[in-house]
């Protein structure tokens, strides 16, 4: 079967750095739209940023740009959330969500994994 599964997330204080990791298992080999979203108790999910894994195009939340960063490792076929300069705000469960299939991907620019599989989640805190 298919899988996504998050690691990273952890406590962090204001103004720290984390790097969250999914990795993917069990897709047939191409490119697709793979990216993260969060949430919190009470709150719909939030799109934080997207990537075309064959290509590398990447998309950040606007609110997020400058300091988060989505980006592919190839070799090891996972994907990557790059945070810097944490906020309380960006507390969250932090979500992995992957395209099932290799069909059209053309809302992945837009923040939006079609078709999307999603992982467990891992959470992160910031105070």
């Known amino acids: 079967e298919v899988q996504l599964v998050e690691s990273g997330g952890g406590s962090v204080q204001a103004g720290g750095s984390l790097t969250l990791t999914c990795a993917a298992s069990?897709?047939?080999?191409?490119?697709?739209?793979m990216g993260w979203y969060r949430q919190v108790p009470g709150k719909g999910r939030e799109a934080v940023a997207t990537?075309?894994?064959?290509?590398?195009?990447?998309y950040v939340a606007e609110a997020l740009r400058g300091r988060f960063t989505i980006s592919r490792d190839n070799e090891k076929r996972g994907i990557y959330l790059q945070m810097i300069d944490l906020r309380p705000e960006d507390t969250a469960m932090y979500y992995c969500?992957?395209?099932?299939?290799?069909?059209?991907?053309?809302?992945?620019?837009?923040?939006?994994?079609?078709?999307?599989?999603w992982g467990q989640g891992t959470q992160v805190t910031v105070s």
């Open positions: 969500a992957s395209q099932r299939g290799l069909g059209q991907s053309g809302s992945c620019r837009h923040l939006e994994v079609p078709d999307p599989d």
């Open positions: 069990g897709y047939t080999y191409g490119s697709r739209c």
């Open positions: 990537i075309i894994t064959g290509g590398g195009y990447r």
